[in-house]
C-alpha cells in the first residue's frame, strides 16, 4: 500500500518537475524552477555538521558529519539533476539521513554542470573527488560510491574507470534509479511503457538533455562512461540499486545489474511500488525512510 504521502508527492511531482520537462525550457529557467521548489525541503538536522575543506580543484563539495561520532566509513555521493542543474538542499538532507543511519561520513560533490562544462567535466571532478579520499588515507574499503539519477550513471561511470586505470576500487556502490543510457535506442522498453506513468520524469526532452550534456561530442553516446548499461562490469564491487516500479528509468537498474551478475559481479535490485524518482529525497514520506534503512543495511553489509 502506497502511502498518503507518497500519493501526495507523485501528484505534485506531475504538476511541477514533470511539466516543466514536457515542455520547452532554458537551463536557466529549470535551475531557478528548482531553487523555488527547493524552499519545501527542511534544514539539514542539528546533529549533522558540514566542512567545505579541502575543497576541489573546479567544483564546490562538502563533509556531512554526523555529531554522534561515525565509523570510518565514508559515502561519496553525487545529485542528480540530468546533467544540468542539481536539488542541493533535497541531496544534503538525503544524504544527512543516510549517513545517521549508515553510521558514516558523507562526502557531497557538486560535480560541473552542463551545457558550461559538458562532459567529461563532470565525470573529472567525481574522479578527482575520489582519488582526494584515497590521498586522504581514506581505505578503499572504507568507500562507498552512491548516486541519484544523473548521479548514478556518474557513479557507475566513476567505478568503470576508477577500474580502467587501476586505482584501488571501493567496497560498493548504491544507486538510485541512475539514468544510466543515453544512446538514442533508449526510448524502449520501460522508458516508453512508463512513460504515461512516471510522475517526475518525461521522455520530450530526451535529446535536448542528451545534447547540452556531450555538447559537440554526441559521437561518445556510445561510452560506457557516458552510458554505462554498455560497460564491462568485470572486477566491480557489490551493487545495490533502488529504482521506482513506474519510473522510465527502471529498465536503467534491470539492465546494470544483468550486466554485472554476467561478469560475476554481485548486484542486487529493489523496485518500489509506484513510488516517484528521487522518493528517497522525501523525508515526510515512510517509504523514503524505508528505502534509506535498505540502503544503509546494504552499506554496514559491504563495509562493516
Same mark, same amino acid.
Given at each position: 500500500?502506497?502511502?498518503?504521502?507518497?500519493?501526495?508527492?507523485?501528484?505534485?511531482?506531475?504538476?511541477?518537475?514533470?511539466?516543466?520537462?514536457?515542455?520547452?525550457?532554458?537551463?536557466?529557467?529549470?535551475?531557478?524552477?528548482?531553487?523555488?521548489?527547493? !524552499?519545501?525541503?527542511?534544514?539539514?538536522?542539528?546533529?549533522?555538521?558540514?566542512?567545505?575543506?579541502?575543497?576541489?580543484?573546479?567544483? %564546490?563539495?562538502?563533509?556531512?558529519?554526523?555529531?554522534?561520532?561515525?565509523?570510518?566509513?565514508?559515502?561519496?555521493?553525487?545529485?542528480?539533476?540530468?546533467?544540468?542543474?542539481?536539488?542541493? !538542499?533535497?541531496?544534503?538532507?538525503?544524504?544527512?539521513?543516510?549517513?545517521?543511519?549508515?553510521?558514516?561520513?558523507?562526502?557531497?560533490?557538486?560535480?560541473?554542470?552542463?551545457?558550461?562544462?559538458?562532459?567529461?567535466?563532470?565525470? %573529472?571532478?567525481?574522479?578527482?573527488?575520489?582519488?582526494?579520499?584515497?590521498?586522504?588515507?581514506? &581505505?578503499?574499503?572504507?568507500?562507498?560510491?552512491?548516486?541519484?539519477?544523473?548521479?548514478?550513471?556518474?557513479?557507475? &561511470?566513476?567505478?568503470?574507470?576508477?577500474?580502467?586505470?587501476?586505482?584501488?576500487?571501493?567496497?560498493?556502490?548504491?544507486?538510485?534509479?541512475?539514468?544510466?543510457?543515453?544512446?538514442?535506442?533508449?526510448?524502449?522498453?520501460?522508458?516508453?511503457?512508463?512513460?504515461?506513468?512516471? &510522475?517526475?520524469?518525461?521522455?520530450?526532452?530526451?535529446?535536448?538533455?542528451?545534447?547540452?550534456?556531450?555538447?559537440?561530442?554526441?559521437?561518445?553516446?556510445?561510452?560506457?562512461?557516458?552510458?554505462?548499461?554498455?560497460? %564491462?562490469?568485470?572486477?566491480?564491487?557489490?551493487?545495490?540499486?533502488?529504482?521506482?516500479?513506474?519510473?522510465?528509468?527502471?529498465?536503467?537498474?534491470?539492465?546494470?545489474?544483468?550486466? &554485472?551478475?554476467?561478469?560475476?559481479?554481485?548486484?542486487?535490485?529493489?523496485?518500489?511500488?509506484?513510488?516517484?524518482?528521487?522518493?528517497?529525497?522525501?523525508?515526510?514520506?515512510?517509504?523514503?525512510? !524505508?528505502?534509506?534503512? !535498505?540502503?544503509? %543495511?546494504?552499506?554496514?553489509?559491504?563495509?562493516?
Amino acid at each position: 500500500m502506497v502511502s498518503w504521502q507518497t500519493r501526495t508527492a507523485n501528484l505534485l511531482g506531475r504538476l511541477t518537475i514533470r511539466q516543466s520537462l514536457r515542455r520547452d525550457f532554458s537551463v536557466a529557467e529549470m535551475r531557478e524552477r528548482i531553487r523555488t521548489m527547493e !524552499r519545501f525541503f527542511p534544514d539539514l538536522p542539528a546533529d549533522i555538521r558540514i566542512d567545505r575543506e579541502p575543497g576541489l580543484s573546479h567544483c %564546490d563539495a562538502e563533509w556531512l558529519i554526523p555529531t554522534t561520532g561515525p565509523t570510518e566509513r565514508v559515502i561519496l555521493h553525487f545529485p542528480g539533476g540530468a546533467f544540468l542543474t542539481r536539488f542541493v !538542499r533535497a541531496e544534503r538532507l538525503l544524504m544527512a539521513r543516510l549517513c545517521r543511519s549508515a553510521n558514516a561520513r558523507g562526502r557531497l560533490v557538486f560535480y560541473r554542470l552542463a551545457p558550461e562544462h559538458p562532459y567529461p567535466a563532470g565525470l %573529472d571532478d567525481c574522479m578527482e573527488a575520489y582519488r582526494q579520499l584515497l590521498d586522504l588515507n581514506v &581505505a578503499p574499503d572504507n568507500i562507498i560510491v552512491s548516486g541519484m539519477s544523473a548521479g548514478g550513471c556518474l557513479a557507475l &561511470a566513476l567505478l568503470l574507470a576508477v577500474r580502467d586505470e587501476g586505482l584501488p576500487l571501493p567496497a560498493g556502490a548504491v544507486l538510485m534509479s541512475p539514468a544510466a543510457d543515453l544512446t538514442e535506442h533508449s526510448e524502449a522498453g520501460s522508458r516508453l511503457a512508463n512513460a504515461p506513468h512516471d &510522475a517526475v520524469l518525461s521522455l520530450e526532452r530526451g535529446d535536448d538533455i542528451r545534447r547540452l550534456y556531450l555538447g559537440d561530442q554526441l559521437d561518445r553516446v556510445n561510452h560506457p562512461y557516458v552510458s554505462p548499461v554498455l560497460g %564491462d562490469y568485470a572486477g566491480l564491487p557489490p551493487l545495490f540499486f533502488q529504482v521506482g516500479s513506474k519510473e522510465i528509468l527502471l529498465d536503467d537498474s534491470q539492465r546494470c545489474a544483468e550486466r &554485472a551478475r554476467s561478469a560475476g559481479v554481485r548486484a542486487e535490485v529493489e523496485v518500489w511500488d509506484r513510488v516517484p524518482h528521487g522518493w528517497q529525497t522525501l523525508s515526510f514520506a515512510p517509504e523514503s525512510g !524505508r528505502a534509506i534503512d !535498505r540502503l544503509a %543495511d546494504f552499506i554496514r553489509e559491504v563495509c562493516p
